[in-house]
Protein backbone atom coordinates (compact mmCIF):
# COMPACT_ATOMS: atom_id res chain seq x y z
CA UNK A 1 0.00 0.00 0.00
CA UNK A 2 2.60 2.57 0.79
CA UNK A 3 4.17 1.73 -3.08
CA UNK A 4 0.68 2.18 -4.22
CA UNK A 5 0.61 6.06 -2.70
CA UNK A 6 4.18 7.13 -2.93
CA UNK A 7 3.44 5.88 -6.87
CA UNK A 8 0.19 7.84 -6.72
CA UNK A 9 1.72 10.82 -5.65
CA UNK A 10 4.70 10.53 -7.89
CA UNK A 11 2.09 10.53 -10.98
CA UNK A 12 -0.20 13.36 -9.47
CA UNK A 13 3.00 15.76 -9.55
CA UNK A 14 4.86 14.37 -12.97
CA UNK A 15 0.91 15.05 -14.55
CA UNK A 16 1.01 18.49 -13.04
CA UNK A 17 4.51 18.77 -14.68
CA UNK A 18 3.23 17.85 -18.18
CA UNK A 19 0.34 20.03 -17.57
CA UNK A 20 2.62 22.96 -16.93
CA UNK A 21 5.17 21.97 -20.13
CA UNK A 22 1.86 21.71 -22.05
CA UNK A 23 0.73 25.16 -21.46
CA UNK A 24 4.36 26.80 -22.40
CA UNK A 25 4.98 24.54 -24.84
CA UNK A 26 1.76 25.57 -26.85
CA UNK A 27 1.63 29.28 -25.51
CA UNK A 28 2.83 30.17 -29.42
CA UNK A 29 -0.39 28.88 -30.38
CA UNK A 30 -2.25 31.35 -30.09
CA UNK A 31 -0.89 34.37 -29.06
CA UNK A 32 2.28 33.79 -31.26
CA UNK A 33 1.00 36.06 -34.27
CA UNK A 34 -0.74 38.11 -31.81
CA UNK A 35 2.72 39.31 -30.82
CA UNK A 36 4.11 39.18 -34.07
CA UNK A 37 2.32 41.58 -35.77
CA UNK A 38 1.83 43.87 -32.18
CA UNK A 39 -1.81 43.07 -32.30
CA UNK A 40 -0.62 42.34 -28.21
CA UNK A 41 1.93 43.46 -26.22
CA UNK A 42 4.25 39.66 -25.38
CA UNK A 43 3.76 40.01 -21.69
CA UNK A 44 0.00 41.09 -22.34
CA UNK A 45 -0.47 38.20 -24.50
CA UNK A 46 0.94 35.11 -22.22
CA UNK A 47 -1.25 36.77 -19.63
CA UNK A 48 -4.32 36.59 -21.55
CA UNK A 49 -3.87 33.19 -22.75
CA UNK A 50 -2.97 32.33 -19.10
CA UNK A 51 -6.41 33.47 -17.99
CA UNK A 52 -8.22 32.01 -20.49
CA UNK A 53 -6.33 28.71 -19.79
CA UNK A 54 -7.19 28.33 -16.58
CA UNK A 55 -11.07 28.96 -17.80
CA UNK A 56 -11.26 26.63 -20.09
CA UNK A 57 -10.09 23.92 -17.51
CA UNK A 58 -13.67 24.97 -15.94
CA UNK A 59 -15.72 24.95 -18.98
CA UNK A 60 -16.01 21.43 -19.87
CA UNK A 61 -14.91 17.91 -17.68
CA UNK A 62 -16.32 15.84 -20.66
CA UNK A 63 -12.71 13.78 -21.73
CA UNK A 64 -11.57 14.11 -18.73
CA UNK A 65 -12.75 10.40 -18.14
CA UNK A 66 -10.68 9.09 -20.45
CA UNK A 67 -6.73 9.19 -20.36
CA UNK A 68 -6.33 8.54 -23.90
CA UNK A 69 -9.62 8.52 -25.95
CA UNK A 70 -9.42 4.59 -26.89
CA UNK A 71 -5.81 4.56 -28.23
CA UNK A 72 -4.76 2.77 -25.83
CA UNK A 73 -6.92 0.03 -23.94
CA UNK A 74 -7.41 1.29 -20.41
CA UNK A 75 -8.98 -1.59 -18.94
CA UNK A 76 -6.05 -4.41 -19.86
CA UNK A 77 -3.91 -3.33 -16.52
CA UNK A 78 -3.16 0.06 -17.14
CA UNK A 79 -1.63 0.84 -14.15
CA UNK A 80 0.08 4.39 -12.66
CA UNK A 81 3.80 2.83 -13.36
CA UNK A 82 2.86 3.17 -17.06
CA UNK A 83 0.92 6.33 -16.65
CA UNK A 84 4.66 7.71 -14.76
CA UNK A 85 5.92 6.29 -17.91
CA UNK A 86 4.14 8.38 -20.70
CA UNK A 87 4.82 11.25 -18.43
CA UNK A 88 8.28 10.90 -18.59
CA UNK A 89 8.67 10.38 -21.85
CA UNK A 90 6.14 12.99 -23.24
CA UNK A 91 7.80 15.91 -20.60
CA UNK A 92 11.39 14.90 -21.93
CA UNK A 93 9.89 15.38 -25.55
CA UNK A 94 8.52 18.43 -24.80
CA UNK A 95 11.62 20.27 -23.38
CA UNK A 96 13.41 18.98 -26.20
CA UNK A 97 11.46 20.72 -29.07
CA UNK A 98 11.30 23.60 -26.56
CA UNK A 99 15.16 24.03 -26.85
CA UNK A 100 15.22 23.92 -30.43
CA UNK A 101 12.25 26.18 -30.67
CA UNK A 102 10.07 23.84 -32.80
CA UNK A 103 6.26 23.52 -31.84
CA UNK A 104 5.55 20.46 -31.65
CA UNK A 105 2.17 18.67 -30.22
CA UNK A 106 1.90 18.24 -26.60
CA UNK A 107 -0.89 16.00 -27.61
CA UNK A 108 1.12 13.52 -29.65
CA UNK A 109 3.68 13.52 -27.10
CA UNK A 110 1.70 12.61 -24.86
CA UNK A 111 -0.58 9.83 -26.86
CA UNK A 112 3.46 8.48 -28.14
CA UNK A 113 3.83 8.13 -24.33
CA UNK A 114 1.37 6.14 -23.55
CA UNK A 115 1.68 4.04 -26.23
CA UNK A 116 4.68 3.35 -25.58
CA UNK A 117 4.69 2.58 -22.20
CA UNK A 118 1.61 0.58 -22.85
CA UNK A 119 3.44 -1.98 -25.54
CA UNK A 120 6.28 -2.72 -22.74
CA UNK A 121 4.18 -2.96 -19.72
CA UNK A 122 1.11 -4.50 -21.20
CA UNK A 123 2.03 -5.43 -24.93
CA UNK A 124 0.71 -4.94 -28.03
CA UNK A 125 -2.47 -5.92 -27.42
CA UNK A 126 -3.06 -2.83 -25.40
CA UNK A 127 -3.08 -0.54 -27.86
CA UNK A 128 -5.85 -0.17 -30.53
CA UNK A 129 -4.16 0.43 -33.20
CA UNK A 130 -6.86 1.10 -35.52
CA UNK A 131 -7.64 4.35 -33.43
CA UNK A 132 -4.42 5.43 -33.72
CA UNK A 133 -4.27 5.59 -37.19
CA UNK A 134 -7.87 7.41 -37.64
CA UNK A 135 -8.38 9.29 -34.57
CA UNK A 136 -4.87 10.67 -34.70
CA UNK A 137 -2.56 9.71 -37.66
CA UNK A 138 -4.60 10.38 -40.40
CA UNK A 139 -6.04 14.11 -38.55
CA UNK A 140 -2.69 14.89 -37.77
CA UNK A 141 -1.96 14.62 -41.82
CA UNK A 142 -5.30 16.29 -42.78
CA UNK A 143 -5.84 19.24 -40.70
CA UNK A 144 -2.21 21.40 -40.80
CA UNK A 145 -3.68 21.13 -45.04
CA UNK A 146 -6.85 21.91 -44.06
CA UNK A 147 -6.06 24.89 -42.08
CA UNK A 148 -2.99 26.02 -44.40
CA UNK A 149 -5.40 26.11 -47.09
CA UNK A 150 -8.16 27.88 -45.40
CA UNK A 151 -5.42 30.38 -44.19
CA UNK A 152 -4.32 30.98 -47.52
CA UNK A 153 -7.86 31.58 -49.24
CA UNK A 154 -8.54 33.73 -46.48
CA UNK A 155 -5.71 35.69 -46.61
CA UNK A 156 -6.14 36.53 -50.38
CA UNK A 157 -9.58 37.52 -49.74
CA UNK A 158 -8.92 39.52 -46.62
CA UNK A 159 -6.32 41.62 -49.04
CA UNK A 160 -8.52 41.57 -51.90
CA UNK A 161 -11.27 42.82 -50.21
CA UNK A 162 -9.49 45.52 -48.30
CA UNK A 163 -7.15 46.67 -50.81
CA UNK A 164 -9.21 49.42 -51.31
CA UNK A 165 -9.69 50.50 -47.85
CA UNK A 166 -7.75 53.06 -45.78
CA UNK A 167 -4.08 51.30 -44.33
CA UNK A 168 -4.41 52.46 -40.84
CA UNK A 169 -7.83 51.53 -40.29
CA UNK A 170 -7.41 48.34 -41.59
CA UNK A 171 -4.87 47.00 -40.04
CA UNK A 172 -6.28 48.08 -36.83
CA UNK A 173 -9.25 46.58 -37.04
CA UNK A 174 -7.31 43.47 -37.90
CA UNK A 175 -5.53 43.47 -35.05
CA UNK A 176 -8.23 43.51 -32.96
CA UNK A 177 -10.21 41.05 -34.67
CA UNK A 178 -6.58 38.96 -34.22
CA UNK A 179 -7.07 39.66 -30.05
CA UNK A 180 -10.60 37.88 -30.34
CA UNK A 181 -9.25 34.59 -32.64
CA UNK A 182 -6.58 34.14 -30.26
CA UNK A 183 -8.55 34.36 -27.39
CA UNK A 184 -10.42 31.62 -28.52
CA UNK A 185 -7.62 29.47 -29.54
CA UNK A 186 -6.54 29.88 -25.46
CA UNK A 187 -9.81 28.94 -23.87
CA UNK A 188 -9.95 25.78 -26.52
CA UNK A 189 -6.82 25.00 -25.82
CA UNK A 190 -7.30 25.02 -21.99
CA UNK A 191 -10.54 23.42 -22.22
CA UNK A 192 -8.90 20.22 -24.21
CA UNK A 193 -5.55 19.85 -22.86
CA UNK A 194 -6.15 20.50 -19.17
CA UNK A 195 -9.05 18.16 -19.23
CA UNK A 196 -5.82 15.50 -20.36
CA UNK A 197 -4.58 16.28 -17.31
CA UNK A 198 -7.54 16.00 -15.15
CA UNK A 199 -8.39 12.36 -16.57
CA UNK A 200 -4.93 11.01 -16.19
CA UNK A 201 -5.12 12.07 -12.39
CA UNK A 202 -8.38 11.12 -12.00
CA UNK A 203 -8.08 7.41 -13.28
CA UNK A 204 -4.67 7.33 -11.55
CA UNK A 205 -6.83 7.78 -8.03
CA UNK A 206 -9.69 5.54 -9.54
CA UNK A 207 -7.05 2.40 -10.05
CA UNK A 208 -6.06 2.59 -6.97
CA UNK A 209 -9.80 3.15 -4.68
CA UNK A 210 -9.36 5.99 -4.12
CA UNK A 211 -11.79 7.24 -5.91
CA UNK A 212 -15.67 5.06 -6.95
CA UNK A 213 -15.24 3.88 -10.63
CA UNK A 214 -16.82 6.20 -13.28
CA UNK A 215 -16.08 9.46 -10.62
CA UNK A 216 -15.70 13.24 -12.22
CA UNK A 217 -12.29 15.00 -11.18
CA UNK A 218 -12.74 16.16 -7.99
CA UNK A 219 -12.44 20.31 -7.95
CA UNK A 220 -8.91 20.27 -6.66
CA UNK A 221 -8.04 18.31 -9.63
CA UNK A 222 -9.77 20.62 -12.13
CA UNK A 223 -8.25 23.47 -9.89
CA UNK A 224 -4.34 21.95 -10.00
CA UNK A 225 -4.81 21.13 -13.93
CA UNK A 226 -6.33 24.64 -14.89
CA UNK A 227 -3.38 26.40 -12.48
CA UNK A 228 -0.36 24.06 -14.07
CA UNK A 229 -1.29 24.79 -17.59
CA UNK A 230 -2.01 28.48 -16.75
CA UNK A 231 1.40 29.16 -15.10
CA UNK A 232 3.30 27.10 -17.87
CA UNK A 233 1.60 29.37 -20.57
CA UNK A 234 2.24 32.39 -18.29
CA UNK A 235 6.18 31.48 -18.72
CA UNK A 236 5.59 31.71 -22.50
CA UNK A 237 7.69 29.56 -24.65
CA UNK A 238 9.54 32.33 -26.23
CA UNK A 239 11.35 30.43 -28.32
CA UNK A 240 8.46 28.83 -29.86
CA UNK A 241 6.38 31.89 -30.06
CA UNK A 242 9.70 33.23 -32.07
CA UNK A 243 9.96 30.76 -34.26
CA UNK A 244 5.80 30.36 -35.19
CA UNK A 245 5.44 34.26 -35.62
CA UNK A 246 8.90 35.71 -36.93
CA UNK A 247 10.54 32.00 -38.31
CA UNK A 248 7.99 31.42 -40.63
CA UNK A 249 7.26 34.42 -42.34
CA UNK A 250 6.74 38.25 -41.67
CA UNK A 251 3.38 37.72 -40.64
CA UNK A 252 0.73 40.92 -41.04
CA UNK A 253 -2.32 41.61 -39.40
CA UNK A 254 -4.75 40.50 -42.04
CA UNK A 255 -2.80 37.24 -42.30
CA UNK A 256 -2.50 36.88 -38.31
CA UNK A 257 -6.14 37.34 -38.49
CA UNK A 258 -6.70 34.62 -41.34
CA UNK A 259 -4.63 32.12 -39.70
CA UNK A 260 -5.65 32.43 -36.51
CA UNK A 261 -9.27 32.42 -37.61
CA UNK A 262 -8.59 29.48 -39.86
CA UNK A 263 -6.54 27.04 -36.96
CA UNK A 264 -10.06 28.03 -34.06
CA UNK A 265 -12.27 27.29 -36.56
CA UNK A 266 -10.35 23.31 -37.91
CA UNK A 267 -9.87 23.03 -33.82
CA UNK A 268 -13.73 23.42 -32.92
CA UNK A 269 -14.87 21.86 -35.84
CA UNK A 270 -12.92 18.80 -35.63
CA UNK A 271 -13.15 18.33 -31.62
CA UNK A 272 -16.67 18.66 -31.93
CA UNK A 273 -16.48 15.68 -34.91
CA UNK A 274 -14.48 13.65 -31.99
CA UNK A 275 -10.70 13.34 -33.29
CA UNK A 276 -7.39 14.26 -31.36
CA UNK A 277 -6.60 17.12 -32.83
CA UNK A 278 -3.12 18.78 -32.28
CA UNK A 279 -3.38 22.11 -31.61
CA UNK A 280 0.10 23.04 -32.45
CA UNK A 281 0.49 21.48 -35.92
CA UNK A 282 -3.29 22.96 -36.90
CA UNK A 283 -1.52 26.68 -35.80
CA UNK A 284 1.88 26.06 -37.73
CA UNK A 285 -0.04 24.91 -41.41
CA UNK A 286 -2.37 27.91 -40.85
CA UNK A 287 0.69 30.47 -40.28
CA UNK A 288 2.25 28.33 -43.07
CA UNK A 289 -0.64 29.31 -45.46
CA UNK A 290 -1.01 32.96 -44.42
CA UNK A 291 2.66 33.65 -45.42
CA UNK A 292 2.20 31.92 -48.54
CA UNK A 293 -1.42 34.05 -49.20
CA UNK A 294 0.28 37.06 -48.60
CA UNK A 295 1.23 39.92 -50.86
CA UNK A 296 4.93 38.57 -50.46
CA UNK A 297 3.90 34.62 -51.07
CA UNK A 298 6.81 33.87 -48.36
CA UNK A 299 7.65 31.03 -46.11
CA UNK A 300 10.75 30.37 -44.73
CA UNK A 301 10.87 26.51 -46.18
CA UNK A 302 13.93 25.38 -44.27
CA UNK A 303 12.02 26.42 -41.03
CA UNK A 304 8.96 24.51 -42.31
CA UNK A 305 10.61 21.24 -43.08
CA UNK A 306 12.24 21.01 -39.51
CA UNK A 307 8.91 21.42 -38.20
CA UNK A 308 7.31 18.49 -39.86
CA UNK A 309 9.90 16.48 -39.05
CA UNK A 310 9.73 17.26 -35.44
CA UNK A 311 6.18 16.12 -35.82
CA UNK A 312 6.68 12.97 -37.62
CA UNK A 313 9.56 12.40 -34.56
CA UNK A 314 6.81 12.98 -31.78
CA UNK A 315 4.86 9.99 -31.42
CA UNK A 316 7.47 7.66 -31.94
CA UNK A 317 10.52 9.30 -30.10
CA UNK A 318 7.91 10.00 -26.16
CA UNK A 319 7.06 6.00 -27.81
CA UNK A 320 10.26 5.22 -27.13
CA UNK A 321 11.58 7.21 -24.06
CA UNK A 322 8.65 6.20 -22.57
CA UNK A 323 9.17 2.23 -23.37
CA UNK A 324 12.27 2.77 -21.43
CA UNK A 325 11.14 4.35 -18.72
CA UNK A 326 8.14 1.75 -18.32
CA UNK A 327 10.30 -1.12 -18.30
CA UNK A 328 12.69 0.82 -15.75
CA UNK A 329 9.59 1.75 -13.43
CA UNK A 330 8.11 -1.26 -13.54
CA UNK A 331 11.22 -2.81 -11.54
CA UNK A 332 9.25 -1.32 -7.82
CA UNK A 333 10.03 1.60 -6.51
CA UNK A 334 13.71 2.00 -6.99
CA UNK A 335 12.82 1.84 -10.50
CA UNK A 336 10.79 4.60 -10.13
CA UNK A 337 12.78 6.63 -8.41
CA UNK A 338 15.36 5.93 -10.90
CA UNK A 339 13.09 7.22 -13.74
CA UNK A 340 12.05 10.34 -11.56
CA UNK A 341 15.91 11.58 -11.09
CA UNK A 342 16.66 10.63 -14.60
CA UNK A 343 13.33 13.00 -15.12
CA UNK A 344 14.69 16.17 -12.90
CA UNK A 345 18.28 15.53 -14.75
CA UNK A 346 17.18 15.55 -18.39
CA UNK A 347 15.04 18.57 -17.60
CA UNK A 348 17.72 20.85 -15.65
CA UNK A 349 20.17 19.77 -18.39
CA UNK A 350 17.92 21.08 -21.35
CA UNK A 351 16.63 24.40 -18.44
CA UNK A 352 20.61 24.91 -18.42
CA UNK A 353 21.36 25.08 -22.00
CA UNK A 354 18.61 27.21 -22.99
CA UNK A 355 20.55 29.86 -20.43
CA UNK A 356 23.17 29.99 -23.28
CA UNK A 357 20.70 31.24 -25.91
CA UNK A 358 18.06 33.07 -23.57
CA UNK A 359 14.58 34.42 -25.32
CA UNK A 360 12.13 35.84 -23.47
CA UNK A 361 9.57 38.94 -23.99
CA UNK A 362 12.22 41.06 -24.49
CA UNK A 363 13.92 40.01 -27.99
CA UNK A 364 10.92 37.56 -29.38
CA UNK A 365 11.02 40.26 -32.16
CA UNK A 366 14.15 38.92 -33.40
CA UNK A 367 14.75 36.54 -36.45
CA UNK A 368 17.77 34.72 -35.33
CA UNK A 369 16.64 31.33 -35.06
CA UNK A 370 16.96 29.53 -31.71
CA UNK A 371 20.23 27.38 -32.59
CA UNK A 372 21.44 25.51 -29.51
CA UNK A 373 23.90 23.50 -31.55
CA UNK A 374 26.95 25.02 -33.51
CA UNK A 375 25.72 24.30 -36.43
CA UNK A 376 25.67 27.67 -38.59
CA UNK A 377 22.11 29.79 -38.25
CA UNK A 378 20.22 29.58 -41.62
CA UNK A 379 19.69 33.37 -42.99
CA UNK A 380 17.13 35.26 -41.43
CA UNK A 381 13.90 35.87 -43.50
CA UNK A 382 13.14 39.42 -42.79
CA UNK A 383 14.72 42.55 -41.69
CA UNK A 384 15.61 42.50 -38.26
CA UNK A 385 13.79 44.75 -36.45
CA UNK A 386 15.03 46.23 -33.22
CA UNK A 387 12.36 45.14 -30.56
CA UNK A 388 10.05 48.05 -30.00
CA UNK A 389 9.41 46.84 -26.56
CA UNK A 390 12.80 46.40 -24.91
CA UNK A 391 11.80 48.22 -21.84
CA UNK A 392 9.66 45.17 -20.75
CA UNK A 393 12.81 43.04 -20.39
CA UNK A 394 12.47 42.32 -16.87
CA UNK B 1 -9.74 -0.70 -40.71
CA UNK B 2 -12.33 1.47 -40.96
CA UNK B 3 -11.76 4.83 -42.57
CA UNK B 4 -14.72 7.67 -42.24
CA UNK B 5 -13.17 9.44 -45.23
CA UNK B 6 -16.93 10.97 -45.62
CA UNK B 7 -16.50 12.44 -42.38
CA UNK B 8 -13.50 13.56 -42.32
CA UNK B 9 -13.79 15.54 -46.25
CA UNK B 10 -17.41 17.14 -43.95
CA UNK B 11 -14.90 18.22 -41.36
CA UNK B 12 -11.98 19.51 -43.75
CA UNK B 13 -15.05 21.53 -45.93
CA UNK B 14 -16.98 23.38 -42.83
CA UNK B 15 -13.79 24.06 -41.49
CA UNK B 16 -12.47 25.79 -44.59
CA UNK B 17 -16.15 27.10 -45.13
CA UNK B 18 -16.34 29.12 -41.91
CA UNK B 19 -12.74 30.26 -42.05
CA UNK B 20 -13.05 31.77 -45.83
CA UNK B 21 -16.79 32.88 -44.83
CA UNK B 22 -15.57 34.73 -41.43
CA UNK B 23 -12.26 36.97 -42.90
CA UNK B 24 -14.78 37.91 -45.75
CA UNK B 25 -17.44 38.90 -43.74
CA UNK B 26 -14.34 40.59 -41.70
CA UNK B 27 -12.89 42.15 -44.16
CA UNK B 28 -16.07 43.39 -45.44
CA UNK B 29 -16.88 45.26 -42.18
CA UNK B 30 -13.30 46.63 -42.61
CA UNK B 31 -14.10 48.02 -45.77
CA UNK B 32 -17.18 49.69 -44.91
CA UNK B 33 -15.13 51.47 -41.60
CA UNK B 34 -13.17 52.80 -44.82
CA UNK B 35 -15.29 53.72 -46.64
CA UNK B 36 -17.09 55.62 -43.59
CA UNK B 37 -14.32 57.50 -42.98
CA UNK B 38 -13.69 58.77 -46.14
CA UNK B 39 -17.02 59.74 -46.89
CA UNK B 40 -16.79 61.98 -43.67
CA UNK B 41 -13.33 63.53 -44.54
CA UNK B 42 -14.79 64.30 -48.03
CA UNK B 43 -17.83 66.08 -46.10
CA UNK B 44 -15.82 67.66 -43.39
CA UNK B 45 -15.75 71.08 -45.48
CA UNK B 46 -18.99 70.61 -46.37
CA UNK B 47 -21.29 70.79 -43.72
CA UNK B 48 -23.58 67.59 -43.34
CA UNK B 49 -23.99 66.42 -46.88
CA UNK B 50 -22.27 62.87 -46.40
CA UNK B 51 -24.07 61.70 -42.88
CA UNK B 52 -26.46 59.74 -44.94
CA UNK B 53 -23.99 57.51 -46.66
CA UNK B 54 -21.51 57.51 -43.54
CA UNK B 55 -24.38 56.31 -41.59
CA UNK B 56 -25.09 53.86 -44.25
CA UNK B 57 -21.52 52.44 -43.84
CA UNK B 58 -21.44 52.48 -40.61
CA UNK B 59 -24.23 49.97 -40.31
CA UNK B 60 -23.07 48.00 -42.46
CA UNK B 61 -19.77 47.85 -40.99
CA UNK B 62 -21.78 47.11 -37.68
CA UNK B 63 -23.66 43.83 -39.20
CA UNK B 64 -20.50 42.63 -40.61
CA UNK B 65 -19.02 42.91 -37.27
CA UNK B 66 -21.86 41.60 -35.14
CA UNK B 67 -22.41 38.36 -37.92
CA UNK B 68 -18.06 37.62 -37.09
CA UNK B 69 -19.54 37.72 -33.10
CA UNK B 70 -22.40 35.20 -33.68
CA UNK B 71 -19.76 32.88 -34.85
CA UNK B 72 -17.30 33.88 -31.60
CA UNK B 73 -20.38 32.65 -29.64
CA UNK B 74 -21.34 29.57 -31.28
CA UNK B 75 -17.59 28.72 -31.11
CA UNK B 76 -18.11 29.51 -27.18
CA UNK B 77 -20.96 27.19 -27.15
CA UNK B 78 -18.95 24.05 -29.16
CA UNK B 79 -16.10 24.48 -26.34
CA UNK B 80 -18.39 24.76 -23.13
CA UNK B 81 -20.45 22.06 -24.96
Redesign the interface.
Known amino acids: MEHISFLVAVVIITALAFDFTNGFHDTANAMATSIATGALRPKIAVTIAAVLNFAGAFLSVKVATTISGGIVNEKAGIHPSIIFAALVGAILWNLLTWLRGLPSSSSHALYGGLIGATIVGVGFNGVNFNTVVTKILIPAVASPIVAGLAAWGATKLAYAITRRGNEKTTTKAFKTGQIASSSLISLAHGTNDAQKTMGIITLTLVSVGALPKGALPPTWVIVGAGAAIALGTYMGGWRIIRSMGKGLADIQPPQGFSSETAAAAVILTSSHMGYGLSTTQVCSGGIMGAGLGGPKRELNWSMARRMVYTWGLTLPAAATVAGLAAFVADQGTWGVVVVGAALVAGSGAMYLVSRRQPVHAGNVHDTAAVEVTPVPTPPATAPVTAPADATIAA | ????WN??A???G???G???A???V??????A???R??VLEAAGGTGSGGTGRANAALAGATVCFAA?AAV?VY??S????
Open positions: MNIKALQTAISFITVVVTFALGILLSREACVGLLIAG
